[in-house]
Nanobody, 117 residues
Framework: VQLQASGGGLAQVGGCLRLSCAASGSTRSIKVMGWYRQAPRNKRELVAEITAGGTTKYGDSMKGRFTISRDNTNNTVYLQMTSLHPGDTAVYYC????????????WGQGTLVTVSS
């Protein structure tokens, strides 16, 4: 599975951004797609994920502000981010869990989100 992320950039406090992650390759084996993020000097943390069946999970600080959705036709996952604040500044990584028996983690390249006041 290959993942191509896009949509990062600069946003102002209170603003919004949308990230996209397009999957290719063995997309039918994908169980979960989502996003992690990592800020300087911080551990990588879960932002949001969505299963093939549409079940979603969010990191605590993202609940109510971020929405993850999935377009199965285009094998693309979207992360709509609203009410952004400087604490959301990080490199956002798209990831996927995929496999027909055992599952493996796949990562896309990071995309930088900077929230400026």
């Amino acid at each position: 599975v290959q993942l191509q992320a896009s949509g990062g950039g600069l946003a102002q406090v209170g603003g919004c951004l949308r990230l996209s992650c397009a999957a290719s390759g063995s997309t039918r084996s994908i169980k979960v797609m989502g996003w992690y993020r990592q800020a300087p000097r911080n551990k990588r943390e879960l932002v949001a994920e969505i299963t093939a069946g549409g079940t979603t999970k969010y990191g605590d600080s993202m609940k109510g502000r971020f929405t993850i959705s999935r377009d199965n036709t285009n094998n693309t996952v979207y992360l709509q981010m609203t009410s952004l604040h400087p604490g959301d500044t990080a490199v956002y990584y798209c990831y996927s869990k995929a496999g027909w028996g055992a599952t493996f983690d796949y990562w896309g390249q990071g995309t930088l989100v900077t929230v400026s006041s």
